[in-house]
């Protein structure tokens, strides 16, 4: 029985992997919903425990709708108030190549962003900023996700490795450090694969040959992100993008001139982001936690942190922008409903997360079951080492929940294994982060913020580049088991 369990445990996956790619991602949402729920029956899960599941799966939809409408009204005010026409002729002037400045700003802003702030903030302010210089809208998220895929191993100031793996683990630095510097190491050879299909994606859209700046944006910032990880740490993402920046101004820039005044509001915006994170003391007062713990007295907890998300930075650089051109007048039309239409999306998905992740009565969750199958592969468990951490971040949206949920499993694992912990530790980290790219909580917020609704096609391009760069960062994995003598 249990290994029926254990089999039925991947059919939730399956399905919004399948249909979402066959019928499109709402039909794979709304299917994936209905198979979940009779799973989690199946299993033995009490009707409490459902409605729990779901209350929970609201409170994390209100946490990602406050960051999609923020992004929204800001950029939406960007764009009436003539912000937007400004940036395009900024641009214009920095290069004469539109493929370098799509590759600076998808690998700067999206590292810094990523980096700074992390909570899915990337995808909402980084492709907007593309799509306003003319590239597809489809395009610009798929990128964005992909190179975003790079940076959430350091995302928001390190919290994946912190709280996902530091704390729960109670590992020392030097061990964090090591994490850090096998993570970025896979990243940076997996990376590879990754660029050269968005450079496929860019050949497709342009229809003429693209340039070899974006190898040499992608050098600039992965090797110092490299080298400094061990010692930097949650810090690596932010030195690599401001090191890349300063790299392409000084050799790579053709017009010095910048004009920034178009730029104000993200500016502001930025250094918002920044200040919890330069005064802890100010982040302290943000930290204010809404907890729903033990709903309807289960074991499902839920948590809300309204000053910690990016909302109320968003809404502070929008009313810096209507007070820069004295017009306080705003069409909140396009904001509102675009904010309410990707709710219909978004809370089943969340929804099914938390059913799999709450399921289970005599038996344990299906996510409990999957790790339980991965964990019996033996010697040849690295192959599915970060498979697994992809897995994680597709199914719960997170690059810090996945590193929560399954990052004791590939630690017990290793040990079990004979092999190096960090090292499969990094393994997890590195294609978690990868997995940002196919979650179909970012793919949706960031279209929703964009404005379309083909979820399908920006799944389909990520899709089989995120597999086959897990794939490369198993060929790490053995180089380093190999080195390292584990």
């Not at 993570?183 to 859209?205: H, N, P, T």
């Not at 005044?261 to 930290?287: H, I, N, R």
């Amino acid at each position: 029985m249990d290994s029926l369990f254990n089999a039925l445990s991947f059919l939730p996956i399956l399905t919004l992997l399948v249909l979402s790619l066959w019928k499109g991602v709402r039909t794979g949402i709304y299917v994936g919903f209905i198979v979940t729920t009779i799973l989690f029956f199946l299993m033995g899960s009490r009707f409490v425990t459902f409605l729990a599941s779901l209350s929970s799966a609201f409170v994390g939809t209100i946490n990602i709708m406050m960051i999609i409408f923020g992004a929204v009204f800001l950029y939406h005010i960007m764009e009436q108030k003539g912000y937007l026409d400004g940036i395009k002729d900024s641009l214009s002037r920095i290069h004469p190549d539109r493929n370098f400045r799509f590759f600076f700003l998808a690998l700067f802003l999206t590292a810094f962003f990523e980096s700074v702030a992390g909570f899915g903030t990337p995808g909402a302010i980084v492709p907007l900023i593309l799509i306003s210089i003319g590239f597809s809208p489809v395009l610009s998220i798929a990128a964005v996700l992909l190179i975003d895929g790079f940076f959430a191993i350091s995302g928001a100031v390190g919290t994946p490795v912190i709280a996902g793996l530091e704390i729960p683990l109670g590992l020392s630095p030097a061990a964090v450090g090591n994490i850090y510097l096998y993570a970025s190491m896979a990243i940076l050879v997996s990376g590879f694969v990754v660029i050269l299909f968005i450079y496929k994606y860019l050949r497709q859209e342009t229809g003429s040959k693209v340039t070899p700046a974006g190898w040499v944006l992608y050098l600039a910032i992965l090797l110092p992100y490299v080298l400094a990880s061990y010692f930097l740490r949650e810090l690596t993402g932010i030195i690599a993008a401001v090191f890349m920046a300063v790299f392409a101004y000084t050799f790579l820039f053709r017009d010095k001139s910048f004009q920034w005044k178009p730029w104000l509001p993200y500016l502001l915006l930025v250094v918002l982001l920044l200040l919890p994170k330069l005064f802890p003391a100010f982040g302290d007062l943000l930290a204010y936690e809404v907890n729903f713990t033990s709903i309807y007295g289960t074991g499902v907890n839920a948590s809300l942190q309204p000053f910690r998300s990016p909302l109320i930075p968003f809404i502070i650089a929008a009313a810096f922008a209507l007070y820069r051109v004295k017009d306080f007048r705003v069409n909140l039309k396009p904001v509102v409903s675009k904010t309410v239409a990707v709710f219909l999306v978004l809370f089943p998905s969340l929804a099914i997360t938390q059913m799999m992740l709450n399921s289970g009565g005599s038996v344990p969750s299906m996510i409990e079951s999957l790790a339980g199958v991965f964990v019996r592969t033996g010697d040849t468990y690295p192959v599915f080492s970060p498979l697994i951490g992809v897995i994680g971040a597709f199914v719960t949206g997170s690059t810090t929940v996945s590193n929560i949920i399954f990052g004791s499993v590939q630690y017990n694992t290793a040990m079990i294994l004979g092999i190096q912990p960090e090292i499969i530790l990094g393994l997890q980290l590195a294609g978690a982060s990868l997995g940002n790219a196919v979650c179909l909580f970012n793919i949706i917020a960031a279209a929703a913020v964009a404005g379309i609704s083909n979820f399908k096609g920006v799944l389909k391009k990520n899709l089989v580049p995120v597999l086959l760069a897990s794939l490369v960062i198993t060929g790490v994995g053995y180089g380093l088991i190999y080195l390292m003598g584990s």
